[in-house]
């Protein structure tokens, strides 16, 4: 399991683990990562819910939020919503970082759209009964298992 802190090397993406637009996100993310080094957890993980009692403002996000590793000054970044997805638009670099004129749009629009699809996102491709299992050649990128 891994460690549950604030100093982590990586962004971490916390994720919805039974939704399968998530899932698909997360392995589209796989996918494209040419670092490598973005590291994931279901909210529903210990790793999730304790970054959730670090940023309690975050507590009624249930779909995506985005750590970054915490600054000089020890902060970790929280971003949900549509911020999270545009900032892992940035990391993944290439072409992806066409979605950044996203920015241009206010955050309250943005993320009125990001939970219109948040809340129809079961309907869309469905939930699975349990969080994915990692493919083998990933598993080391996911921090805890439900």
């Given at each position: 399991?891994?460690?549950?802190?604030?100093t982590?090397?990586?962004?971490?993406?916390?994720?919805?683990g039974?939704?399968?637009?998530?899932?698909?996100?997360?392995?589209?993310?796989l996918?494209?990562?040419?670092?490598?080094?973005?590291r994931?957890?279901?909210?529903?993980?210990d790793?999730?819910?304790?970054?959730?009692?670090r940023h309690?403002?975050?507590?009624?996000v249930?779909?995506?939020?985005l750590?970054?590793p915490?600054?000089?000054?020890?902060?970790?970044?929280?971003?949900?919503r549509s911020?999270?997805?545009?900032?892992?638009?940035?990391?993944l670099?290439g072409?992806?970082?066409?979605f950044?004129i996203?920015?241009?749009?206010?955050?309250?629009i943005?993320?009125a759209?990001?939970?219109?699809?948040?809340?129809?996102r079961?309907?869309i491709?469905?939930?699975?009964?349990?969080?994915?299992?990692?493919?083998?050649d990933?598993?080391a990128?996911?921090?805890?298992?439900?």
């Open positions: 399991m891994a460690e549950i802190t604030t982590n090397k990586y962004p971490v993406l916390l994720y919805d039974v939704c399968a637009v998530c899932n698909k996100s997360v392995q589209t993310i996918k494209n990562d040419r670092r490598g080094t973005m994931f957890a279901a909210l529903q993980s790793f999730g819910k304790a970054a959730i009692e309690p403002d975050l507590k009624d249930d779909s995506v939020i750590l970054e915490a600054d000089v000054d020890g902060g970790e970044g929280a971003y949900a911020t999270a997805a545009l900032k892992v638009a940035s990391y670099g072409v992806w970082k066409l950044l996203g920015y241009v749009i206010p955050r309250p943005r993320d759209l990001y939970d219109f699809v948040a809340r129809n079961y309907k491709l469905g939930k699975h009964e349990s969080c994915m299992l990692p493919p083998p990933s598993r990128r996911f921090l805890d298992a439900v």
